[in-house]
């Protein structure tokens, strides 16, 4: 099923809650929400007490992406501030396996996210214990960067190794998504699908959303 979430990275954060409510009036299946650290990525933005309180005007699903390190000490914060699906970077902790599984028993569904130049060879090991892989299409750290196109054969890899181990893992594709690309990250095999500035740029979020929900399923 094709999901499209939209980030609020891009929104306007004088007026959050609104842009919440606008993007799941839109048809936003999932809302995205950054959170960066200053170390691991260049940037900084928010933590658990916001996605707390973005958690209380969401009806959608909140799909928390950590751009933290270190990442295990906050895994609890996040969860209990309300996130759905929490996804960590497999950069940021040497502990992989035991942060994941930390994001499994606390109930929340289980994240991974490679940055664009980590070897896929690090899922070979943790894939049976994720419900999505994030493949980075820009490296981390900002909105509104453009896509990188090589994120493509990644996708298509992912996709082999999870049907051929017979595992039930979506692909999310996060950065640079547009209307114009989003149809070959379809194909290449991704579900969910990020969406930041070629949302939040845009005056009608609904007509936004409804053409990338279209062009990935054509
Ligand atoms: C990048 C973030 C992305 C970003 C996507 O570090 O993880 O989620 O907000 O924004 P766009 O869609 O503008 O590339
Ligand atoms: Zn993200």
């Known amino acids: ?15 959050l809650g609104e842009e919440i409510h606008a993007v799941e009036a839109a048809g936003a299946d999932l809302i995205h929400v950054d959170v960066m650290d200053g170390h691991f990525v260049p940037n900084l ?18 799909d928390v992406h950590l751009m933290i390190a270190p990442v295990e000490v906050y895994i609890p914060a996040f969860v209990k501030a309300g996130a759905r699906i929490l996804t960590i970077h497999a950069e940021s902790t040497i502990h992989l396996d035991r942060a994941l599984n930390l994001v499994r028993e606390s109930g929340c569904q289980v994240g991974l996210a490679l940055n664009p130049a980590t ?7 943790v894939l049976h214990l994720l419900d999505v892989v994030v493949v ?7 909105g509104g ?36 690309n989003i149809a070959e990250a379809a194909k290449a095999g991704a579900d969910i699908f990020v969406a930041g500035s070629a949302v939040f740029s845009q005056p009608d979020y609904g007509a ?3 053409t990338l929900r279209a062009n990935a399923s054509a």
């Open 136 to 142: 980075m299409s820009v490296n981390p750290g900002f």
């Open 45 to 62: 933005t928010i933590g658990p007490l916001v996605v707390e309180a973005i958690a209380r005007v969401a009806t959608k699903p909140l």
């Open 145 to 180: 960067q453009s896509f990188i196109p090589h994120a493509l054969h990644r996708i298509k890899s992912i996709r082999r190794m999870i049907t051929e181990r017979g595992l039930n893992v979506s692909i999310e594709v996060d950065g640079g998504i547009k209307p114009d």
């Open 1 to 15: 099923m094709i999901q499209i979430a939209p980030s609020i990275l891009s929104a306007d954060f004088a007026r």
């Open 208 to 210: 936004v959303i409804r």
């Open 119 to 125: 070897p896929l060879c690090n899922l070979s090991s």
